[in-house]
């Protein structure tokens, strides 16, 4: 049982490039969530998904996109990277709205 | 949403037993409180979590007062290895929400 898998680890960007941050998930997990931590900060919710087919919008969604076309990935978009967005993004997955979530290991994504 | 408030910083000796508070005046009636432990370089972990009064397992406790306002998490006798980031996370019950605020965490530094 893997719980919440996250790719890529680490990745470097240059401005304007676009990139996915992968996320799956096997625990049947109807929730599914995106944060982003900054340095010495608290995570700040992107999206989050309550099931396939349905996103919305967090605290700071702007610069990215998601989709949920099956129960067990959650991608991330960047469409273009900027240097604001250097952060560390987990992915996260629960069984409902206010069950734990599972978190994953991170992707530490830097953009020059 | 439910905004939480937590102390920035706690220092501990190793076997003296710590608590954080958390403070979340605008919890909802459906909301639940969920503590998660963060060490450097890795995603939260799931430490607790109530509605009210008073919840233990094996590795915490959690003491919720009858107006919810607020949330003390207590370690019991802490070691080197609970130095980590402390997180509060006040959850909606609303069904399709399903938004989770974290505030900035505390960073809890335990002495030998």
């Known amino acids: 049982n893997a719980g919440v898998t996250q790719t890529p680890k680490f990745r470097i960007l240059k401005i304007g490039q676009s990139m996915t941050l992968q996320c799956t998930q096997d625990?049947?997990?109807?929730?599914m969530y995106w944060y982003r931590q900054d340095p010495g900060m608290g995570l700040k919710l992107i999206y989050y998904?309550?099931?396939?087919?349905?996103?919305d919008k967090g605290e700071v969604p702007n610069g990215y996109n998601v989709s949920r076309s099956t129960t067990e990935d959650f991608p991330l978009r960047l469409e273009l990277a900027a240097p604001s967005q250097t952060s560390v993004y987990f992915c996260?997955?629960?069984?409902?709205?206010?069950?734990?979530?599972?978190f994953g290991d991170g992707t530490r994504l830097s953009i020059l | 949403l439910a905004k939480t408030t937590q102390p920035i910083s706690m220092d501990s000796y190793e076997g003296q037993e710590v608590n954080i508070t958390c403070s979340h005046n605008?919890?909802?009636?459906?909301?639940?409180i969920t503590w998660y432990q963060q060490f450097p370089s890795q995603g939260p972990r799931f430490i607790i979590q109530g509605y009210k009064t008073k919840v233990t397992n094996e590795v915490a406790s959690l003491f919720i007062p009858a107006d919810r306002k607020s949330s003390t998490l207590s370690l019991p006798r802490v070691s080197l290895s609970d130095t980590a980031v402390y997180y509060c996370?006040?959850?909606?019950?609303?069904?399709?929400?399903?938004?989770?605020?974290f505030g900035d965490g505390t960073t809890l530094t335990v002495k030998p």
């Open positions: 998904s309550v099931g396939a087919g349905i996103t």
């Open positions: 996370l006040v959850g909606t019950g609303n069904t399709n929400a399903g938004k989770s605020t």
């Open positions: 625990m049947n997990h109807n929730y």
């Open positions: 996260a997955s629960s069984y409902a709205v206010n069950q734990p979530q599972h």
């Open positions: 605008n919890i909802a009636t459906n909301d639940y």
